[in-house]
Structure formats: structure tokens, C-alpha cells
């Protein structure tokens, strides 16, 4: 996949709200548009959907769900689906889709969680 930073992406524009670090000049002008036209709603609503990203995840994990399909992921971030469910079952898998996974360009991708986890897959 082409990295295009010319122009926002989803991932990278969400990424930005979440005050990570895998964004560009583009995504940032374009969360900043979204702020002037929402309101701090839009950050704050991302900031709220990783929360309860955590803690669904956790209960599943604590009810011994031990495989989980995260579709439209996001870019990898704290406390990402694969850590959550792995802090109370090592052995849990993960597989993380979304289309774009931000393969080269960003300080860390789907990719390179995959690779650094046996138990973690990236798809796209
Ligand atoms: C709000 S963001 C990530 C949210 C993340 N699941 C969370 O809870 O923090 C939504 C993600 O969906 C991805 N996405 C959008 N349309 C998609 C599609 N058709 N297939 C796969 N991923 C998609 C975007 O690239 C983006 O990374």
C-alpha cells in the first residue's frame, strides 16, 4: 500500500486524537477542521471509545473469551485489544483488520505488533 500523507487518513486522523504519534501535517489540519466543526467532541468521543474499547475487552477476557477479531483497529496505541485480553490470559489471539495498516511511514503499525506477538495477526 502507497503511504500518502499528502491526504488524511481515518487511522492516522484518530491516531492524532488520541495524541499518538503516527500522523501527518495532513491528518492533523484535518482533526483540527473536524475540532473547529464538532467542538472538543470528536477528541473527546475518541478518547471515551478507547475506554470502553479497554473495558469491553477486559470483561470479555475475564468471562474467558480467548479469541477476538478487532475490525477497524486503528493504529496500535496503549493498552491495544491484544494487551487488554493478554493481561488476564497470555494465551489469548488477536487478530487486528483494517485497511489501512499503516505499514511503513508510521513510527509502529499493525505489522510490527504481529510480529513482535505469535499470538497477534494483521490483516487487511
Ligand atoms: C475510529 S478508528 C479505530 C477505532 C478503534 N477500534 C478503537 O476502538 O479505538 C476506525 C478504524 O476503522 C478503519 N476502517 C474504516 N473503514 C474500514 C473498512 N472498510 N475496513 C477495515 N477497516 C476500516 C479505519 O482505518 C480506522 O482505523
Redesign the pocket.
Known amino acids: 500500500m502507497d503511504l500518502r500523507i499528502d491526504r488524511p487518513?481515518?487511522?492516522r486522523v484518530?491516531d492524532y486524537f488520541l495524541g499518538g504519534k503516527d500522523n501527518y501535517a495532513s491528518d492533523r489540519q484535518a482533526a483540527e477542521q473536524i475540532t473547529q466543526a464538532l467542538g472538543n467532541g470528536a477528541a473527546e468521543g475518541?478518547r471515551e471509545?478507547?475506554l470502553f474499547?479497554r473495558r469491553v475487552v477486559a470483561w470479555l477476557a475475564r468471562a474467558g473469551i480467548d479469541q477476538f477479531i478487532?475490525?477497524?483497529?486503528?493504529?496500535p496505541t496503549q493498552d491495544n485489544t491484544h494487551q487488554v485480553a493478554q493481561r488476564f490470559n497470555p494465551d489469548a489471539r488477536v487478530v487486528y483488520?483494517?485497511?489501512?495498516r499503516c505499514n511503513s511511514g508510521c513510527v509502529h503499525g499493525l505489522d510490527d505488533v504481529a510480529h513482535a506477538n505469535e499470538q497477534v495477526s494483521a490483516l487487511?
Open positions: 487518513t481515518p487511522a484518530y475518541a471509545n478507547r474499547l478487532d475490525i477497524g483497529a486503528g493504529l483488520v483494517d485497511n489501512d487487511s
